[in-house]
């Protein structure tokens, strides 16, 4: 069984060649630029695209990334679908080439489901796949997703599948709901919450780190807060991060972790994004550079 | 180029097998059943737990549905996914083997999508598909998909793809959203409501017919009213029909329907639903069917 992940991931913004096709070669540079800068990848997150892009494109790129030397013991992608055939499939592929783990929506397109029909699905899909070295970590994300874990369903998933629920990343940005997971002390249940800004408040309570989409742009800083979280300058740290966070997030997140990645690596190509999504403009792509720059904010070997 | 379509179709409930597997023979009988009481095949839709089945499943069950000798010219497969990948290769089978339309939701993962955004999406999917035949129906239902179309953007794509933007489902449930559309009075642009309770009002004001759930259980009483909306007891018909629905809504919309089919033709399989969804209990679904009956309500040649 994998050993279960703690630390700072990244959920990987993907890159697309002209015509909208996944591009491969660099997905796997910056995987490896990321593991440079001790950062785990959570390919196929909502950062990703993930949702844009057919089961038959993800599986693609996961086996691209295995064949090319990525670990896969820093990977945890993304294999929650709407449909539980899609799900089974690309979770045990993922399985089967020795991701540590993997990210877990519920399915998301019927609202207003019971918690009694998330569970069944969860089990379905731990059942099907059948492996024991599947390590599921639940990704709760009800801004986007809508549907989301109530604390006592992730209580029922744990009692029932104690081997396989290995923990969850809490992007609903509301500490209390992270506060109430962690107060259940479940025996070696990974709690990450989805935003760096919450990082050190996590640690404080026993918390396992960050999968934030801002480790895409600024990875070294928030991994030195989570390996000092201990440290006198913590809160300080804790501000600075914040302070890049907000410039990031005064613009469409995802375009703007893009414009980011090409403005500092000089790559143009990485603007590119799959409908419905919309690039960022060139205005406000080089405001964001700005300021990010004015707070000495650099990418260190992109 | 395909007719446009108009009256009244069914999105169609799926069954499935002991193992949640689609069953394309029980599937075809359904729709051989639901030709017969004159009422159109919008499979794949919502209600057809479409957003629980993966683009091989789906691609699978209408090449079985045309082998069996369905008419393909009565077909209007739900075939908008999150991916603009599946929705190409879904969209393009559907009218190479000859469907009359498609019904497409727009990507519905990423919230708070721009109207430019969307654009880009249905002028992605029309130029990759590049098919003459290809004639879109857009699916409007907010309540779920979160995401829907402006009236503005449909204008934009109705001027841009006049021969393939050929109308549109709304299961908004607010009456003005619809009545803005009609009042635009596009060329051949067929509205559909997403419920018969608004068939009356959608037909006498240049609406094309509805497209609904409880088509899949009253079928002919809901094409009745279609065929004669012009009658004198034509508000009548409408409060009966409005009465059928009201019994079947009082429970989950989707169980409660397969709960009806099965307690009217006798097949228990029908009572199966994927996860995230949960069959109707036996005692909720032997009170439905009560209610029904109570209506004088029957299913013939079911």
Redesign the interface.
Known sequence: MPNRLSGVLSPIVTPFTND?APDADRLIAQCQWLLSQNVGLAVFG?NSEA???????KIELLDRLKEAGVDTERMMPGTGC?????TV?LTAHAVQMGCAGTLML??????G??D???Y??FA?VIERVGNSDLQIYLYHIP?????GFSVDLIERLITDYPDTIAGIKDSSGDWDNTHAMLERKWDDFRIFVGSESFLLTNMRNGGAGCISATANVNPAAIDHLYQHWQADDADAKQQSLNNIREAVMAYPMIPALKATVAEFSGEDAWRTV?????ALDRDSSGRLAESLRCQSFEMPGL
């Open positions: 909208l909502t949702n844009s892009l057919s089961i038959g494109e709407c449909a539980l055939s899609d499939e519920p399915p998301f397109y019927y609202k489901v019971s009694d029909g998330i069944a699905n379905e801004p986007i997703a809508q549907v799959r409908p419905p999504l919309v």
